[in-house]
T-cell receptor
Framework: TQLLEQSPQFLSIQEGENLTVYCNSS?????LQWYRQEPGEGPVLLVT?????EVKKLKRLTFQFGDARKDSSLHITAAQPGDTGLYLC????????????FGKGTLLTVNP | KAGVTQTPRYLIKTRGQQVTLSCSPI?????VSWYQQTPGQGLQFLFE???????NKGNFPGRFSGRQFSNSRSEMNVSTLELGDSALYLC?????????????FGDGTRLSIL
C-alpha cells in the first residue's frame, strides 16, 4: 500500500506569515496533485506536478515535486484568511493502477 | 457550466439498513470516481467507472458497490450499514478519467449511521 504522509497535521498562523506544507512517501508517484478543501465542500484541484524537480507557482502558492518523485511541498507566501482550509496531496502510482492515493491533509487556519 | 451534483447532501440511517447515493457528473464527463472521507482515514478511493464499466476498485468490502448509467450518472450503494460507514462520500468526474485528466469533486453526501 502506497502512503502519503503530510506534515504538519495542523497549522495555525497569523495573516502575513509564510508557511510550508510537506507531502512525503517512500514510493514513487507518476504525478502528484494538491487540493484545497473548505468546510462543507469537496476538494478543489490547485495544481498537478508530473516531472521530478518541477516547480509551479500559482499567485502566492509555490508547489515543488521532489527530484525522485517521492515528495512534494506547498509554500504559501504572505498567507491570508482566505487561504484557510484543508490542504490535501494526492498521487497516482502509475502503470495501469489509476487509484488516486490521498494524504490525510494539513488543516491550515490563517488568523486575521 | 454546472458542477458535479451529489444527492442527497445529508442522510441518516441505522445499522443494518442499506443506502444509495447519487452523483451527476459535469456534462460531457464520462469518468466518475467515488471516495470515502473520514477524520481517521482521510480520503480513500472506492471505485471508478467509465462508460458504464468499473475500471478500478479500492480496498473496500463487497457491501460497497456502484454502477454507472448510459448518461454517465453514477450511484453507489452500501448494504448492511455499520457504524464505521459514517463518513462524507465524495464523487469526482473527469472527461476521460485518471491519471491525466483533472478531477472535479462534488460537495459530497454526509452519511450518519445511528
Amino acid at each position: 500500500t502506497q502512503l502519503l504522509e503530510q506534515s504538519p497535521q495542523f497549522l495555525s498562523i497569523q495573516e502575513g506569515e509564510n508557511l510550508t506544507v510537506y507531502c512525503n512517501s517512500s514510493s514513487v508517484f507518476s504525478s502528484l496533485q494538491w487540493y484545497r478543501q473548505e468546510p462543507g465542500e469537496g476538494p478543489v484541484l490547485l495544481v498537478t506536478v508530473v516531472t521530478g524537480g518541477e516547480v509551479k507557482k500559482l499567485k502566492r502558492l509555490t508547489f515543488q515535486f521532489g527530484d525522485a518523485r517521492k515528495d512534494s511541498s506547498l509554500h504559501i507566501t504572505a498567507a491570508q484568511p482566505g487561504d484557510t482550509g484543508l490542504y490535501l496531496c494526492a498521487g497516482y502510482s502509475g502503470g495501469s493502477n489509476y487509484k488516486l492515493t490521498f494524504g490525510k491533509g494539513t488543516l491550515l487556519t490563517v488568523n486575521p | 457550466k454546472a458542477g458535479v451534483t451529489q444527492t442527497p447532501r445529508y442522510l441518516i440511517k441505522t445499522r443494518g439498513q442499506q443506502v444509495t447515493l447519487s452523483c451527476s457528473p459535469i456534462s460531457g464527463h464520462r469518468s466518475v470516481s467515488w471516495y470515502q472521507q473520514t477524520p481517521g482515514q482521510g480520503l480513500q478511493f472506492l471505485f471508478e467507472y467509465f462508460s458504464e464499466t468499473q475500471r478500478n476498485k479500492g480496498n473496500f468490502p463487497g457491501r460497497f458497490s456502484g454502477r454507472q448509467f448510459s448518461n454517465s450518472r453514477s450511484e453507489m450503494n452500501v448494504s448492511t450499514l455499520e457504524l464505521g460507514d459514517s463518513a462524507l462520500y465524495l464523487c469526482a468526474s473527469s472527461l476521460l478519467g485518471p491519471p491525466n485528466q483533472p478531477q472535479h469533486f462534488g460537495d459530497g453526501t454526509r452519511l450518519s449511521i445511528l
